[in-house]
């Protein structure tokens, strides 16, 4: 039984030019401990259609769906208020740039003890205590004292600790990461991914995780969907998505990987895709 | 073969300027690197942020002038410092930068972006200076009708492409190409570096290859070069450099790359598979 199912969400920008469409009835599900990969290049959409479930898209953009379950509930029929009370608890989120995701006025510490202040009615102290905990749990050094520390005195993969604290404060049932480790050095970056997986084990809550990177979708999903121009392309369990890729596009990703050459050139998109992939 | 460019212990210093907080202090960003790369070939320069890659490739470009060491191309020693590079020299040297939304003026047509190295550097009537735009701009998989066009019409392998033509527009033997596919889509990334491929053939041209990502410098490196806090750590051809890397950082930076192959994701789904059952 799946945590979350959408069936057919589309999202609509209006521009100056015209409804723009970055999502195109896209079906996404996800399983209590399991990891989602979404995959895709820019504009795929992969980014958008995980922010209109977090209900965090601009006022120019129209979500529309059949339906959007998070464990039993229509997400799209709660009000703002019933609504809160899941996102940002239930299902919370990480970001690209650690560093932007932290308000830079306010230590790290008062920023996570904030989240559960609001969230779970602790108090100052009890937040403290627990901030010192969650500090440990994802490998901060010195908890006690880097919690008085601003974003900008600590590392970009200390932020994206300090974000994954923060995400899994409340013990969510889903956590949705987007591209968490792309601004970060690979050293860093491998270690956030097995971060990631081993809070994900312990917690036993649902991961999707939003990248572009086939190495990080190697390395960590149990189940991927391909993404293109806001069209899911493929869905498939991760080993066989690399094995046997069934859609031309899957296959064009794959031999664009320089670690997969075979000649002394790449083959591209439009190789497999026709012109369309290659504008 | 010839060898294009030579470094010798270059070292770069940076001074901090003390203020109402800080106390001065000088930074070596770059801790004596030695090179020779010859013609035709690319060295790869592989690191992480902080590792001074991008610092030695600005020496490399002729762009900052380095505190200690020599610097030579084709063996001739220069320093900027001393001696303000001739128009000969500069056209012998160019650089692509990493991001092709900043490397371009947002208010200057494609047809300037190339023609004004030619306008700087030579003397060839304006006529000369089209034509050549015209067909670099073909060469590197556009098209002329671009020539009037701004950079903001272009997406992101497009510019890159730009910023690639406009390199070459003087002929140079040697390009520094300060990680030149990483804010690239993978198969636009495939696309550039095949791009890249041709027209070292093509021109044989020599490349010093900025990038932290050791599948595209396996891919396109003859020789690497790894660098971490400064320090030139290991260097090699690259079959030695990848089968036997042998300094504990470059081990833990290829331990570090996520495996795309399908054992490895064999081992993994069974590894969870097993913890599941429990």
């Known amino acids: ?279 | 073969m010839s060898i294009v460019v030579e470094g010798n212990a270059l070292t770069q210093d940076y001074f901090v300027a003390g203020g109402l907080f800080g106390k001065a202090e000088t930074i070596r960003a770059v801790k004596g690197a030695s090179f020779a790369v010859e013609k035709g070939r690319t060295l790869a320069i592989v690191g992480e942020s902080g590792s001074g890659k991008s610092t030695l490739a600005r020496i490399i470009a002729l762009i900052d002038r380095q505190s200690g060491g020599t610097l030579r191309i084709d063996g001739d020693e220069v320093d900027i410092g001393t001696r303000r590079p001739s128009p000969a020299l500069r056209s012998k040297v160019q650089m692509v930068f990493q991001n092709p939304y900043g490397s371009l003026n947002p208010r200057q047509k494609i047809g300037n972006v190339l023609m004004e190295p030619l306008q700087l550097n030579t003397d060839l009537p304006a006529a000369e200076r089209r034509t050549r735009a015209e067909a670099m701009l073909i060469k590197v998989g556009l098209a002329p009708e671009h020539f009037n066009r701004y950079p903001h019409m272009f997406s992101g392998g497009q510019r890159q492409r730009i910023a690639i033509a406009r390199a070459l527009m003087l002929n140079p033997d040697l390009l520094v190409l300060d990680e030149p596919v990483s804010a690239l889509d993978l198969s636009v990334q495939a696309q550039v570096l095949n791009l890249l491929a041709d027209l070292q053939e093509e021109f044989g041209l020599t490349y010093v290859f900025i990038s932290h990502d050791l599948s595209v410098v396996r891919y396109i490196a003859d020789e690497v070069m790894v660098m971490n806090k400064g320090e030139v750590v290991e260097q090699g051809s690259r079959d030695t450099v990848f089968s036997n890397p042998q300094h504990p950082y470059t081990r833990q930076l290829f331990a570090a790359t996520p495996e795309t192959d399908i054992e490895a994701i064999r081992a993994r789904v069974a590894r969870r598979r097993a913890l599941h059952a429990h």
């Open chain 1, 1 to 279: 039984m799946p945590i979350l199912t959408i069936r057919n969400l589309t999202v609509r920008f209006a521009t100056a030019t015209g409804a723009f469409t970055a999502v195109d009835g896209i079906d996404v599900s996800v399983s209590p401990r399991e990891v989602l990969a979404i995959v895709g290049e820019s504009g795929s959409g992969k980014s958008v259609s995980m922010l209109a479930v977090m209900g965090l898209l601009p006022d120019t953009a129209t979500v529309t769906a059949d339906e959007m379950i998070f464990d039993g509930t229509d997400l799209l029929r709660l009000s703002r208020a019933e609504r809160r009370r899941i996102i940002g608890r239930e299902i919370t989120m990480i970001f690209q740039e650690p560093i932007a995701s932290l308000n830079p006025s306010f230590t790290v510490g008062f920023q996570i003890e904030e989240v559960l202040r609001l969230n779970l009615g602790m108090s100052r102290r009890e937040a403290h205590a627990r901030a010192i905990e969650l500090f440990q749990a994802v490998g901060i050094p010195e908890p006690a004292a880097k919690i008085q520390s601003y974003p900008h005195q600590m590392s970009g993969g200390q932020c994206q600790r300090v974000m994954i604290a923060m995400a899994i404060a409340t013990n969510p049932r889903l956590l949705i990461a987007d591209e968490p480790t792309t601004a970060l050095d690979v050293t860093i970056q491998k270690q956030i991914l097995d971060l990631l997986m081993k809070l994900q084990e312990e917690h036993g809550m649902a991961l999707i995780l939003i990248t572009h990177d086939m190495g990080v979708v190697a390395e960590t999903a149990d189940r991927v969907v391909v993404q293109y121009k806001g069209r899911k392309m493929e869905e498939a369990d991760v080993l066989s998505l690399f094995e046997a890729p069934q859609h031309p596009y899957t296959r064009a990703l794959l031999s664009a990987l320089p670690e997969n050459a075979t000649g002394d050139r790449l083959p591209t998109v439009s190789d497999f895709f026709g012109a369309e992939g290659a504008q």
